[in-house]
């Protein structure tokens, strides 16, 4: 018995929410946001209750930027990147 494969859906993938693309705009008209600084952004505009007020979790934001990253790939564009041992920075280029 041979199986098909479904055919992929074309809404699939990564969707940006209104935060995602506000923290975007904002990195993008700064050049770059520290780390902190993004959790901070991030966290002032969260649906859900965070554990520190005001302020996302280092992994909650690590997904966030596994996600920009995804749909940059997608689109063609790239997500910066901190070399292990430099401060965390995050930028559009």
């Known amino acids: 018995m041979e199986v098909k494969q479904r055919k992929k859906r074309s809404d699939t993938g990564t969707r940006l929410t209104e935060r995602d693309l506000l923290a975007l705009r904002l990195i993008g008209e700064q050049y770059a946001l520290r780390f902190d600084q993004l959790q901070v952004l991030l966290g002032q505009h969260a649906k859900a209750h965070t554990k520190h ?41």
Do not use: N
């Open 53 to 93: 007020a005001g302020m996302l979790s280092e992994s909650a934001t690590r997904h966030a930027l596994d996600r920009w990253r995804h749909a940059a790939r997608m689109a063609g564009q790239r997500m910066g990147r901190t070399r292990p041992g430099q401060a965390g920075w995050c930028a559009v280029q």
